[in-house]
Every structure is written in structure tokens, then in C-alpha cells.
């Protein structure tokens, strides 16, 4: 199977490693425990999205553009829904 790296597989790894840490090393007021069950969420979130774009997608540039236009559309989006 040919490894396919692309933005959304990353976002997966750094969030996977970023909610495990914060597992593994708690503070004392357990906020860290509580921050990382979205992050689990967003590592799963992003896990399948970027499963079902290179289903259907398979040129490895192509994916590369999709996905960090779809990121940078999610990240307009949360801004302006934080605005309002």
C-alpha cells in the first residue's frame, strides 16, 4: 500500500498525539482531560474525511488542494461563526 501524505492525515497525527499527551499528563485542575475529548473528536472527524476524499479523489496534488481549501474554508467558517 503506497503511503499517501496529505493535510487532513496530518491534522489526524497531530491531534491523535496532542489528545494523547494531555491524557497521559494531566494537570491538577483536569481541564487537560476535558480538552482532550474534542480533539479525539477532531482526529476522528478529520481521520474520515480524509479517507472518503482520497476515495474519490486520486491524484496526490489534487488531494492537496482540496483539503487545504476545505481547511481553509472550515477556519473562515469558525471564525466568522465566533464573531457573531
Given at each position: 500500500?503506497?503511503?499517501?501524505?496529505?493535510?487532513?492525515?496530518?491534522?489526524?497525527?497531530?491531534?491523535?498525539v496532542?489528545?494523547?499527551?494531555?491524557?497521559?499528563?494531566?494537570d491538577?485542575?483536569?481541564?487537560?482531560?476535558?480538552?482532550?475529548?474534542?480533539?479525539?473528536?477532531?482526529?476522528?472527524?478529520?481521520?474520515?474525511?480524509?479517507?472518503?476524499?482520497?476515495?474519490?479523489?486520486?491524484?496526490?496534488?489534487?488531494?492537496?488542494?482540496?483539503?487545504?481549501?476545505?481547511?481553509?474554508?472550515?477556519a473562515?467558517?469558525?471564525?466568522?461563526?465566533?464573531?457573531?
Amino acid at each position: 500500500m503506497k503511503l499517501k501524505l496529505s493535510p487532513l492525515n496530518i491534522l489526524t497525527s497531530v491531534s491523535l498525539v496532542s489528545s494523547v499527551y494531555l491524557l497521559l499528563f494531566p494537570d491538577a485542575s483536569g481541564w487537560r482531560k476535558l480538552g482532550a475529548i474534542p480533539l479525539l473528536g477532531v482526529g476522528l472527524l478529520s481521520f474520515i474525511i480524509d479517507v472518503f476524499f482520497k476515495t474519490y479523489i486520486k491524484d496526490i496534488k489534487r488531494i492537496w488542494i482540496v483539503e487545504l481549501a476545505f481547511l481553509i474554508f472550515a477556519a473562515v467558517l469558525l471564525i466568522f461563526i465566533r464573531r457573531i
